[in-house]
């Protein structure tokens, strides 16, 4: 099983930072991709950025520069940095482990903390 809990949400102006945890009651050395996700009011779930166990990392076209993914294999955790952030960057944000095999694949989600961008 895997429980994941973040934390690191809160208020922030336009152009700061913050940085999220994921921290995982199981080993995610054993997890393929490890992913951040959001939704805000009215919008879809979108991924923000992903990070596989061999450290490929991806991101969504509207946080490319601005945000990094990491995980910390001895702390369980993985990380999400956000930078320069924008109004737009508000919604909740969500950790996801994703196991692609075998068929079908699992997800496992945190229950998500909020992240407000506003002056």
């Known amino acids: 099983q895997v429980q994941l809990v973040e934390s690191g949400g809160g208020l922030v102006q336009p152009g700061g930072s913050l940085r999220l945890s994921c921290a995982a009651s199981?080993?995610?050395?054993?997890?393929?991709?490890m992913g951040w996700y959001r939704q805000a009011p009215g919008k879809e779930r979108e991924l923000v950025a992903a990070?596989?166990?061999?450290?490929?990392?991806n991101f969504a076209d509207s946080v490319k520069g601005r945000f990094t993914i990491s995980r910390d294999n001895a702390k369980n955790t993985v990380y999400l940095q956000m930078n320069s952030l924008k109004p737009e960057d508000t919604a909740v944000y969500y950790c996801?482990?994703?196991?692609?095999?075998?068929?079908?694949?699992?997800?496992?989600w945190g229950q998500g903390t909020q992240v407000t961008v506003s002056s």
């Open positions: 996801n482990a994703h196991f692609p095999s075998p068929w079908p694949p699992r997800n496992y």
């Open positions: 199981g080993s995610i050395l054993s997890t393929n991709i």
């Open positions: 990070i596989t166990s061999g450290g490929t990392t």
